[in-house]
C-alpha cells in the first residue's frame, strides 16, 4: 500500500481533496472549507497535514478562486479561547444497543479481562498534572485539541484535587464533569432563570458544559459539579492495568465510580449488574461502558479516526414515562405545511426535560385520539427524539380542532389529505423565513442560522436569498457587532460560489432533493438558463430516470412560481460547473456508491462528490443495482434503512476507514 494510504485519516483527506479540486471546481467549496480548517489547525497548534499540503492546497484554490475571501484572511489567527493539544486523541466510543453483541465483542478482542462500568451523560475533562500538580484542565473539543478550563476546575474545590497524592511525575487523568441528581436539584431553577432569557439550558448535560465555558461562572454553581476519573495517561501506562491505575492513582484523589473487574465469560453478568448500578446511582447515565484492562492490549488493538477499538458503549434505549398533553400550537414550514406540536407537563427522559413534541399531521391526532388535558405516555425515541406512544386516557375534553386560519399571516388554511396547508404561504413570514434558513442551510453558509436569517428578514433587510449576499458591512455591524457581522459577510462572500445542482436544490422546490437536483442539471448539461427555458412552456415529460410525473409538475410549478427570485439569485451567485470526470479504473470507476450515516473526517456532500470524481455514481438510496454502501463511523444504530436493504440485496458494505483507503489509493492512481 502506498505512503499516502498509510497516513493519518487527515492527510488522506487533504490530499483528495486538493487532488479532485484539481480535476474538478465542482469541490472548490469543500476546498476552502478544508483550507480554513487547517488554517485554524494550525494556529491552535495542532497542525493535521504538512506544510507542503497545506500550501498546495492554497495554490489550488486561489488558481481556481482568486477572490475568494478564504485567501484574503489567511494567516489571521482565529482568536477565541486557549486551545491545548490532547497527548492522546479523546475519542468517541463505538455504540450499540444489544448485550450480545458486547459479549461477542470481548471475544473478538482476544483479552481475558475487562472493566466493566456505567457510562455517565457528563462532560468529557482531560486533567493534566505535572510533578503532581494540577497545571490544565482541556475540554474534548473535537478529540484532537479542546478548550483549556482550568480557571473553572480550579474552583471545583473537593472534585478535582490541585495536587496530587501520589502517582507519576507527569499524568494525564481523563474523566466526566457532572451534576449529581442531588445537585442537579439545586442548582436548576439558576439555569431555568437563564433559559428565560435565552441565555441557557435546563438540560443538566448541557447546563454543566456551559458553566464550564463560562468567563465569569457563578463559583456556588460550578462547586456543585463533580468530577468522575475513568482513565489515567503518562510514559508508564504501558505497563498498567486500568485496574491498578484505578486503585493506585486516581482511587486517592478522585470519584471513579463503580466499576467491575470482568472476567470475558462473566461479561453479561456484569453487564446486568452495572446497568442496575447505573439505573440506582446518584447520576444520569445513558449506558454502560466496557474497556480492555490492560493498557498494552489497547496499544496492539489501536483505534480509528473517531473510536477506540479497545472500548465500546451499551446505550440505554430511550427513556419513557407518563405526562399530560396541555394544549396544542401550530407552526407553519418552508413549505406551508401547518404542523401541530403538544406542549406538556416537563417530563424528564434520558437526562432531557421534554416539553413540547411534534405530532406531525392531523392523522396523527386522530389515530391517537388525543384531546388537551390527557394523560399520555412518551419516550425518546433513539433516547433523541420525544414521541407520544399512545393517550393513557381521554378526558372529556373538546377534539383538538386544526385551525381555520394561518397561525403567522393568518391567512386561510385548507386541508390536503392528512396535512393542512397556508393558502398565503408566498407571502407568509414563517414561511418566508424558512426559506430562507433552507437555502443558507444547503449552500453551506456557517453562521447563517434560524436568530440570523429572522433578524435580517423581520428588519425588512432580508427578504429573498439573493439579498443574503449584499448586505453593507454598515448594517451587519451595527446588527451583529464588529466579530460576528464581518463574519458572516465573509461567509456568504466563500459560499456563493455553487455548483448548478446546489443552487437548484436550495430553491426547496417539493421532492425536489439532491439526487433530483443533479440528475435534472446533467439532463440541462449543466446549464440554469435552458431549466428556465423549458419551464417557459407548458410541462413535458424529461425522460429522466426518478423524475416522474409529480416531481416533473413541482420543478415546473415552483420554477415559475419562484421565477423572479431565481433571476435575482442568478445576478449574484457564482455557478461552477463541475466537469465530467471519465475515469476507467480504479475501486470507485463505474460503481454506484451510497453513504449513509455522519461521516467523522469528511463532510458527507463532498465524499460524494470527491467520488464521483473518480468515476462513480452517487444515488440516494440503495437498490439490487448498488455496489457498495459506505458507512460513517457516525451511523446511528437506529437508521438502519440502507444498511437492511444493503444486506438483503448482498451489497458490499464498507467502513469509514475503509472507504478512506479507498479514496488513497484512488487518489494515487490518477495523481
Known sequence: MSNTAKAAKEILVAQAIIAAAERSTDNIAALGNAVIRHQELYDAGTPAI??????RMVTVLRRLAPK?????????????????????????LAKCYDKTEIVDWCIEAGVDTFQIGPKYDGVSLSLIYDRGRLVDAVTRGDGKAGDSVLHNVLVMQGAVPNRLSGGPDYCVIRGEAIFSKTAWAKVKPYFEARAAKREGSVNARNAAAGILQAKRPNDEVLRQLDFIAYDCLSADSAQWTLGSALRQV????????????????????????????????????????????AYADRERLGATSHHPKWAIALKFQGGSGATVLRSVQWQVSRTGTVTPVGIVDPIELSGATITRVTLHNLKQIETLGLREGCAVKMTRRGGVIPHIEHALNVPMTPEIRPPKKCPCCKGPVVRDSDFLKCVNSDECPDVQRQRLLFWAQQTDMMGWGEEVISKLYDAGDVIQPSELYTNKRALMITMFGKGLGPKLMREAEVKRTMTPAVFLRALGLEGIGGTQSEKILEHFRQDVGKLLDWADEPAVALNIAGIGEALTGNLHTGINQARGEIRAALNVVNLIVPQKCEVRSGPFAGKKIVFTGKLSDIEREAARALVRTHGAETPAGVTKATDMLVVGDGAKEEQRTKRDKAEKYGVRIVTESEFLEMLAEATDLQT
Open 50 to 55: 504538512s506544510d507542503a499540503d497545506f500550501d
Open 68 to 92: 475568494s475571501a478564504v485567501l484574503e484572511h489567511l494567516g489571521k489567527p482565529a482568536g477565541g479561547k486557549r486551545k491545548v493539544a490532547h497527548t492522546s486523541p479523546m475519542l468517541s
Open 250 to 293: 486516581m482511587g486517592n484523589d478522585f470519584t471513579t465510580g463503580h466499576i467491575w473487574t470482568a472476567p470475558v465469560k462473566q461479561a453479561m453478568h456484569f453487564l446486568d449488574l452495572a446497568a442496575e448500578h447505573a439505573a440506582q446511582c446518584d447520576y444520569e447515565t445513558d449506558g454502560v461502558v466496557v474497556k480492555v484492562d
